[in-house]
Each structure stands twice: as structure tokens, then as C-alpha cells.
């Protein structure tokens, strides 16, 4: 009785810095999110569309490469947080071992992989403009970095310091915005130096503050004199080469994989407006992944000791707020989408409509796997994610590579479907797991809110617009 008591209470602990990391989430994508998309919106306009095309396709190489280079290790931190932080030399250890490890390691990787091109190996398209030794240089700082800020970020977040890393990623964007449109009101002309060159000082910056959150939170940790290092090793190792697989497999429906190789074959002017729409596409989408994948994470990593029944309530409390929000965004969005980007982008063909709702779609998707991915990696099942992911991808392969001949929209329907099958498969592996499952029906009840005030809006630009 005694435990249960603590468990209650622990788990009332956990709702409530899970409510304020919400809200601080949600603080953080509002401010980030609008920012980056003016100022997206504002270089879609002034910039030649081959140049943006250009800068689209970069920025999304280069984030698909951290992806790869980094090796999950900000997505093992969830299984092994409540074992790194049981001791300041237990934490050190992880940050000398593997934090910064990986650092260098990505910083020599992607050095490297240039150096190759501009050595040894053709050189693709997409990579022609930036194998030079000064390039070469500043885009391995830029993935170290970006990569580094990744990991620290997701210790921070594990940690409920949600509220810090709000602040520092709004004044991140802040940044670099306002020194990109400064230094071209001086005189600079826009270029990618222009564009890239700011956003790698403002990353290091940050970094560096990330850095320093982390230490004071280790400062905080319990010392002791027989302090003990656990071992993490085979465990780290096990589920980081399964989440590794799975982050992989799920690379490949991204944005970052898709439009550089959009622009390997349709050239950086043709890029252009599907670097625009995947950016769009992103901002709305990507508010799911900001708000609730770090307070997941933190939330299942937390109660992975605790009782089954503990762990049942704090899925079940996680699993409404998630819902509630994913189904209010596709409301807004397939209700008053077309009306919010006309406003942006004026009228469009048919053609590019589809491609700006694929966009959305396959950013969507994505985001919907957030609260199982987290979940299993929290119970060590990453394995189920996984198979579900490997085996959409290849049914999606097989369904492009059979229907060619069709058309296109058809083959993205059928792909979705496999998609959506996936997700009902790891509903029903989560439940047979542990009984955890999303309360449905308490949950379209409250549902007519949001979709209600989605009409009101729709009625609105229908009146006024």
C-alpha cells in the first residue's frame, strides 16, 4: 500500500512538470515556428528561385546527414536516463564517453565525406557548389554542432528544463534571422554564404549556452564517495542500433530526403517551390514533434521503473493531450489549409496543390508515430517500431515500383494506407505489450471544439475574403 501511495504521488509529479513542459514547448514552436516561416516566406519572395531551391536543398542534405551521422543517441537517452543521472561520476562518464565522442566524431565524418568528393570520388549535384576546402570546413561545423545541440537538447528535455531550451531555441532563430536581413540591409547581397554562414555562428552560440544548462543541472546530481559508473555499454549499443535502423527507415518519408533528391534530378530552380511547400508543410507538422516528443520522451523515461498500472495512467493521461492536439492541427489544416496559403502564395495549379497537401501529408504521418516510438524506446521495444517502419517502407517501394503507370496521387493514397496500417499495427502491439491504448472515446467528445472552431474560421474567410 505503502508503494502504491509513492507511485501516485510520483506519478501526479510527473503530470504536472509534463503540463508545464507542454506549455513551454508549445511556447517555444509558437515563437519558433512563426518566425521561421515569415522569414522563409520573405526569402521566397526576394530571392531567385534557383538560389532558394539551392538553399532549401542544402539545409535539408544537411540535416538527413546529422540524422545519419548521429546515430540516435539522442533517442537511446530515454531507456538510460534514470541510470546516467544517478551520479554526478555517472553522468560525466556518459557526457566524455559518448556526448563528446560523438561530436568529434561527426565533425571528422562529414569533413571527411567531403574531403572524398573533393579528393577522390565525382561529385553529385547537389554538392558541386560547396566542395571547397572553406565549404567543406563550415558545413562539418554546422552538422557537429546542429548534431551536438540535438543531443544536448534531448538531455535537457529528459531533465524537465524545458523552460531554458524554450528560450534558448526562440532566441536561437531570433538570431539569426534578424543577422541575415541586418547584414543585407547594410549592403551584403543575399548568397549562401549570406544564409549559412550566420546560422552556423548562432548554432555554436547556442551550443554553448546548452552546454552550460547541462552542467548546472549536473551540479545538481547526488555525489557520493563510493561512486560507481554502471554499466550502460551493451545496452546503449542494442537499442541505439534498433533505433538507428528506425529512425533510417522513417528518413526516407521525410521532407530532408526527399527534396535533395527532388533536387538531384529537377535542378535547383524547379526546387524552389517544393523547398517552399516542404518548409510550410514542416512549420504546421512539425508542432507535434516540438510540443510533445521531448515531454514523451521525458514522461515514459521517468515512469520506466515504476508499477504497470502507473505506467498504464501516465500513457493514458500523455495519449488524450497528443490526440486531442494531432486531430485539431488536421482539422485546421484540411479544413482552412487551402485558405491560409493562398493568402501566402496566391493562386496555384492543381499539380502544386497536390504536392503542397503530400508534403503536409507525409509530415503528418510522421508525427503521428511520436507517442509508440517513445514509448518503445522507453520499455526497450524499439524493436516493433521497427519492423513497422522497415516493412511500410518496402510496401511502399513495391506499391511505386507496380504502379508506375498510374497515377501519381494514387500511388501516395496507397502508401498512406500502408502507412496508416503500420500505425494500427503498433496500436495493437502497444496494447498487447501493456494494456496501453488511447481512450477513443473520451477523446472525440472533446473533439468538436476544435473542429467546430475550425468551420468558424473557414465561414469567416469564406465572408471576408
Known amino acids: 500500500m505503502f508503494d502504491q501511495t509513492v507511485e501516485v504521488i510520483k506519478i501526479n509529479k510527473l503530470k504536472k512538470l509534463v503540463k508545464k513542459a507542454l506549455a513551454w514547448n508549445t511556447f517555444e514552436s509558437l515563437c519558433y515556428q512563426s518566425l521561421f516561416l515569415c522569414h522563409q516566406a520573405a526569402l521566397f519572395l526576394v530571392l531567385d528561385r534557383s538560389l532558394y531551391g539551392m538553399y532549401g536543398a542544402l539545409f535539408a542534405f544537411l540535416f538527413l546527414t546529422i540524422t545519419i551521422l548521429n546515430g540516435s543517441l ?18 560525466s562518464h556518459f557526457i566524455f564517453t559518448y556526448l563528446f565522442t560523438q561530436t568529434v566524431f561527426m ?30 570546413s563550415l558545413l562539418s561545423t554546422f552538422i ?58 548562432v548554432s555554436l552560440f547556442a551550443t554553448t549556452i546548452l552546454m552550460w544548462q547541462l552542467y548546472c543541472f549536473y ?27 528506425n529512425q533510417l527507415s522513417c528518413a526516407f518519408f521525410s521532407g530532408n530526403f526527399l ?36 515531454s514523451g520522451a521525458a514522461l515514459f523515461a521517468q515512469t520506466k521503473t515504476m508499477s504497470q498500472a502507473s505506467k498504464k495512467n501516465a500513457f493514458s493521461f500523455f495519449s488524450q493531450k497528443y490526440l486531442y492536439v494531432l486531430v485539431s492541427l488536421l ?33 503528418f504521418l510522421d508525427n503521428m508515430f511520436i507517442i509508440y516510438d517513445k514509448l518503445f524506446a522507453a520499455e526497450e521495444k524499439s524493436h516493433y517500431s521497427l519492423i513497422c517502419n522497415v516493412s511500410s517502407f518496402i510496401g511502399c517501394v513495391i506499391v511505386a515500383y507496380y504502379t508506375l503507370s498510374s497515377l ?45 472552431f475550425s468551420l468558424f474560421i473557414f465561414i469567416l474567410f469564406q465572408i471576408f475574403f
Open 331 to 363: 482539422a485546421l489544416f484540411l479544413i482552412n489549409g487551402h485558405n491560409f496559403l493562398s493568402l501566402k502564395i496566391g493562386k496555384q495549379s492543381l499539380q502544386t496543390w497536390t504536392l503542397i497537401y503530400i508534403f503536409f501529408l507525409i509530415h
Open 74 to 91: 539522442d533517442l537511446t537517452l530515454v531507456p538510460l536516463f534514470s541510470t546516467i543521472t544517478q551520479t554526478k561520476k555517472s553522468f
Open 144 to 201: 557537429a554542432s546542429e548534431g551536438t545541440k540535438k543531443n544536448i537538447r534531448a538531455l535537457l528535455h529528459l531533465a524537465f528544463k524545458n523552460k531554458a531550451t524554450a528560450f534558448i531555441e526562440v532566441s536561437d532563430i531570433t538570431l539569426y534571422v534578424v543577422s541575415v536581413w541586418l547584414l543585407h540591409f547594410f549592403g551584403l547581397p543575399f548568397s549562401m554564404k549570406l544564409l549559412v554562414i550566420p546560422f552556423v555562428i
Open 219 to 245: 551540479k545538481t546530481l547526488p555525489y557520493t564517495t563510493n561512486q560507481s559508473t554502471p554499466s550502460i555499454s551493451r545496452s546503449l549499443w542494442k537499442n541505439r542500433s534498433i533505433l538507428y535502423l
Open 107 to 136: 565533425w571528422c565524418a562529414s569533413f571527411s565525406f567531403g574531403a572524398l568528393f573533393l579528393y577522390a570520388i565525382p561529385t553529385p549535384k547537389l554538392l558541386k557548389p560547396f566542395i571547397t576546402l572553406s565549404w567543406i
Open 259 to 294: 527534396l535533395p533528391f527532388f533536387a538531384s534530378y529537377a535542378g535547383f530552380r524547379q526546387t524552389g517551390m517544393a523547398a517552399f511547400i516542404n518548409t510550410i508543410a514542416f512549420t504546421v507538422a512539425s508542432f507535434m514533434r516540438r510540443v510533445f516528443a521531448p
Open 408 to 452: 501519381p496521387i494514387i500511388i501516395f493514397l496507397l502508401c498512406i494506407l500502408l502507412r496508416l496500417f503500420a500505425f494500427f499495427v503498433l496500436t495493437v502491439l502497444a496494447k498487447k505489450m501493456g494494456h496501453f491504448s488511447f481512450k477513443w472515446q473520451n477523446s472525440f467528445f472533446k473533439l468538436a471544439v476544435p473542429v467546430g
